[in-house]
C-alpha cells in the first residue's frame, strides 16, 4: 500500500514540475501539431500605440491613449521586448498593468546592481563626493 502511495505521489510531483516549468520545454512540432491549444509564444507583436493599447499596456498613470494616439504619434509603439516582458508579468503573476510594469523595472534594476530606490548595491560606487 505504501509502495502505491509513494508512486502516486511521485507522479502527482512529476506533473505539477511538468505543469510549472512547461514555458521551458521544448515540444517537437509533431506533438504540437496534435495539441490544438498549445501555445507558448502566444505574443503577437504590437506595432502600434493602438494596438498596445487595446491589449491593455495602458493605465491612468500610463496613458498611451492621451499621450501618444490622441496626439497623432506617428512612432512605432513601445519597446517590443518590453511589452513582450510586461505581457509575460501580467499573465504569470496575476497583476496589473501597472504592477507588471513596477515588478519588470525592479528586475531591470536588480540585473544592474540597483536597489528599487536607485542607490547602487557596489561597494565601490561612489555616491557623493
Same mark, same amino acid.
Given at each position: !500500500?505504501? =509502495? %502505491?502511495?509513494?508512486?502516486?505521489? =511521485? +507522479?502527482?510531483l @512529476?506533473?505539477?514540475?511538468l505543469?510549472? %516549468?512547461?514555458?521551458?520545454l521544448?515540444?517537437?512540432?509533431?506533438?504540437? +501539431?496534435?495539441?490544438?491549444? %498549445?501555445?507558448?509564444n502566444?505574443?503577437?507583436?504590437?506595432?502600434? @500605440?493602438?494596438? &498596445? *493599447?487595446? *491589449?491593455? !499596456?495602458?493605465?491612468? /498613470? @500610463?496613458? #498611451?491613449?492621451?499621450?501618444?494616439? @490622441?496626439? $497623432?504619434?506617428?512612432? *512605432? $509603439?513601445?519597446?517590443e521586448? $518590453?511589452?513582450?516582458?510586461?505581457?509575460? #508579468?501580467?499573465?504569470r503573476?496575476? +497583476?496589473? =498593468?501597472? &504592477?507588471a510594469?513596477?515588478?519588470?523595472?525592479?528586475?531591470?534594476? *536588480?540585473?544592474?546592481? #540597483?536597489?528599487p530606490? $536607485? !542607490?547602487?548595491l557596489?561597494?565601490?560606487?561612489v /555616491?557623493?563626493?
Amino acid at each position: !500500500m505504501l =509502495f %502505491y502511495v509513494s508512486i502516486l505521489a =511521485f +507522479v502527482t510531483l @512529476f506533473l505539477m514540475l511538468l505543469y510549472r %516549468y512547461r514555458a521551458h520545454l521544448s515540444i517537437p512540432d509533431r506533438l504540437r +501539431v496534435i495539441i490544438p491549444n %498549445y501555445s507558448l509564444n502566444n505574443y503577437a507583436p504590437l506595432s502600434t @500605440f493602438s494596438d &498596445q *493599447a487595446a *491589449a491593455g !499596456m495602458t493605465s491612468s /498613470t @500610463f496613458d #498611451i491613449e492621451a499621450d501618444n494616439i @490622441f496626439q $497623432g504619434d506617428t512612432r *512605432a $509603439g513601445l519597446d517590443e521586448q $518590453g511589452t513582450r516582458e510586461v505581457m509575460e #508579468i501580467m499573465r504569470r503573476e496575476n +497583476v496589473n =498593468f501597472d &504592477q507588471a510594469r513596477l515588478i519588470r523595472h525592479h528586475r531591470y534594476l *536588480a540585473a544592474n546592481s #540597483i536597489d528599487p530606490s $536607485g !542607490m547602487p548595491l557596489d561597494a565601490k560606487a561612489v /555616491t557623493r563626493l
